[in-house]
């Protein structure tokens, strides 16, 4: 097999991290209308059954890096498929709310483990000219995991079987465990812990020299992470910034579609049912949208790229916001409204998606990979599990079409301050960004 068919071998294997991701938090907008007969639930435990999942995996992420600095991050995503299996079974097996959040927590930590872990172990072992798709690979199989859910949901709506919908998460988490243990670890972890020779070999299978993988000189002899973030300007702001681009990617309310839009759908009119098969529609886009995004995000840019794709999130959402407002009792603008949720999320899978994704993997200083991987996580997961827990109860107190107004009003904030802050950094090494932001931060 030659180089770059093993780069990509090695990529895809870690991406079903991703894969995983995407089916746990997209089986929850069908198995939810099932789910809430069945144990009486209002609105406010339906976000809170469906938010626990972001709660463990805010947690993950965050225990994430730090697990994948002490442990390798090979053995933290076999750690992490082996949970998905665990909490899979556990979330068919739950006879209660109480007993189904503490499974979607349990299951949420190795959600936002590999959301961190993955995009930052595919972007360690590729070189820097195939990093952008790549890196995004995992961003398509997240949209391919909730695809997968919503055909999952939609050939199990006639029988109502939540159980099934939740279970069948733990194929894909075998799937993750097992491709794992045939992949090397990250000859850039390797380098942190002095294992050069194993690093240099691994590099050259991939495809790049040990110069690239070398921390800065300024990094060596700093007893922790906590302390170079504390003691040094320049990498607090770029974690800060980071930070920034994980909740960038959930502020225009990317899962209030992923995860009730059958609910939305089931509200103005359309059945149960139905409105499950319309989750298809937006599992289909998302997907198409992806692969573009892919296709792209190595030519246009990361920072160009994610201010495209919030402009699109933007306009869609406000003519979403309309259209929503006459939908209930008419399927013409129940239609309407629903070609708007697909178009915002073609933006958003096409666009923000991939490019937050990178930005957080490529801007985040090898100094403290692990912990600002995890702050970044951190960020991004405490953001989805706020769009989760409240968007239902804004739904209620203020009406659908004022919900999407809101998301549309911070779509324009992002866009003021991704023009302001974000580097470009397509093309460069993770070195060579890092000195970049040394260079603007530093010494100011």
Request: charged residues 10%.
């Amino acid at each position: 097999m030659n180089t770059d068919k093993y780069v990509k071998l090695v990529a895809l294997i870690a991406a079903l991290g991703g894969l995983l991701f995407g089916y746990d938090t997209g089986v929850m907008s069908g198995a939810l209308l099932f789910i809430s007969p069945d144990f009486s639930m209002t609105a406010h435990q339906e976000g809170w059954v469906t938010s626990m999942l972001l709660v463990g995996a805010a947690i993950g992420a965050l225990v994430a890096g730090r697990a994948a600095d002490a442990w390798g991050r090979r053995t933290t995503l076999l750690i992490g498929g082996a949970i998905f299996i665990i909490g899979s079974l556990w979330c068919a097996l739950a006879g209660s709310i109480f007993a189904l959040g503490a499974a979607r927590t349990f299951l949420g930590v190795a959600v936002g483990g590999v959301s961190i872990v993955s995009p930052m172990y595919i972007a360690e072992v590729v070189p820097p000219a195939m990093r952008g798709r790549l890196v995004s690979l995992n961003t398509l199989m997240i949209v391919v995991g909730q695809l997968a859910a919503y055909l999952v949901n939609s050939a199990l709506a006639t029988t109502g079987s939540w159980e099934w919908m939740l279970g069948l998460a733990a194929i894909p988490g075998a799937m993750l465990l097992i491709g794992m243990l045939f992949v090397p670890d990250s000859p850039v972890w390797l380098v942190s812990r002095g294992r050069v020779s194993e690093a240099e070999n691994i590099a050259a299978r991939l495809g790049m020299r040990l110069e690239e993988l070398t921390p800065p000189e300024s990094s060596r002899g700093a007893s922790t992470e906590w302390s170079v973030l504390k003691a040094t300007r320049w990498i607090r702001i770029t974690v800060l910034l980071a930070m920034l681009m994980g909740l960038t990617q959930q502020i225009t309310g990317v899962n209030a579609v992923v995860y009730f839009a059958p609910i939305m759908m089931n509200q103005v009119g359309i059945s149960a049912t139905n409105s499950v098969y319309t989750s298809i529609v937006i599992g289909v886009v998302s997907v198409i949208a992806c692969m573009v995004g892919i296709k792209v995000v190595d030519r246009i840019g990361r920072k160009r790229l994610l201010l495209i794709g919030l402009a699109g999130n933007t306009i869609s959402l406000f003519i979403l916001a309309g259209a929503y407002s006459f939908a209930n009792g008419s399927v013409f603008f129940a239609m309407v409204s629903l070609f708007f949720m697909a178009t915002f999320i073609a933006s958003q899978q096409a666009a923000v998606s991939p490019a937050t994704w990178l930005l957080i993997s490529e801007l985040v200083p090898a100094q403290v990979r692990g912990l600002g991987m995890g702050i970044a996580g951190l960020s991004l997961w405490v953001t989805n599990w706020a769009v989760a827990q409240y968007f239902l109860p804004l739904v209620e107190w203020l009406t659908g079409p004022v919900a999407f107004a809101i998301f549309g009003v911070l779509g324009i904030i992002a866009m003021g301050y991704t023009r302001a802050l974000v580097p470009e950094t397509m093309g460069k090494s993770l070195d060579e960004v890092g000195a970049e932001m040394h260079n603007r931060y530093a010494h100011k």
